[in-house]
């Protein structure tokens, strides 16, 4: 009796071994490796940053700076390549594919950008071309805005605006508790470096508690 449920669990097993092998073999077939790069159609150079989707599916992929992809697609599927650059193009993968892996070297052209039109119209007179000239604002290159925004007296500025942050009230929160246990019992220091009783100072002082009030002048008259 043993034997015989030993041998039936074993042809079970089998079964559904031989079963799921089958499945998997019947989805995996239809799915490939899609692989490549992307590169331009003149110059054969590599285009960094392209989109290549799947229509119809949620899924993609972007090229990296070499211009190289990678996407899980199907057989007859269509794939998608766009940027910004260049014109939209599409590639259908063959679907008598023997192979589970596919490669290409996909180029894309170029596309035009056209431009807001310009008026050239003359200058009246020599007068209003000097006018022109000296009050014109030329346009600042990234160059210029980063040096400008680097300026050593720019940045002093905007730090003295900046309030701290949080592990600057962290740490000053930490030394003055432990100034006030290092002096507790004792007699109180002054505090001309406490940072939190600056605060409280200028806080008392725009809310006008320092300011001399008549009534009280007048009760002590």
Do not use: C
């Not at 003055?176 to 406490?194: K, S």
């Amino acid at each position: 009796m043993k034997i015989k449920t030993i041998l039936s669990l074993l042809l079970l097993s089998f079964s559904q071994i031989s079963y799921s092998q089958k499945d998997t073999s019947k989805i995996n077939k239809h799915y490939i490796q899609f692989t490549g790069i992307v590169v331009t159609s003149d110059s054969i150079q590599p285009i960094p940053f392209a989109s290549i989707s799947v229509r119809n599916k949620p899924y993609g992929d972007y090229s990296d700076f070499n211009g190289k992809f990678s996407v899980i697609a199907e057989k007859g599927d269509t794939i998608v390549f766009s940027h910004v650059q260049f014109k939209k193009s599409f590639f259908i993968v063959p679907d008598t594919l023997p192979e589970f892996k596919y490669h290409i070297i996909h180029a894309m052209t170029a596309d035009t950008i056209y431009l807001d039109g310009t008026i050239v119209t003359p200058v009246p007179n020599r007068a209003t071309f000097d006018q022109y000239f000296l009050t014109v604002e030329l346009p600042q290159d990234k160059l210029d805005i980063a040096r400008k925004n680097l300026e050593r007296e720019e940045l002093k500025e905007q730090a003295m605006k900046m309030g701290m942050d949080e592990k600057e009230n962290y740490a000053a929160f930490m030394r003055q508790q432990n100034t006030y246990q290092y002096q507790r019992g004792m007699a109180p220091t002054i505090t001309l470096m406490d940072p939190f009783a600056w605060a409280r100072f200028f806080e008392a002082w725009k809310r006008g508690d320092f300011k001399k009030n008549p009534m009280k002048a007048n009760d002590k008259k």
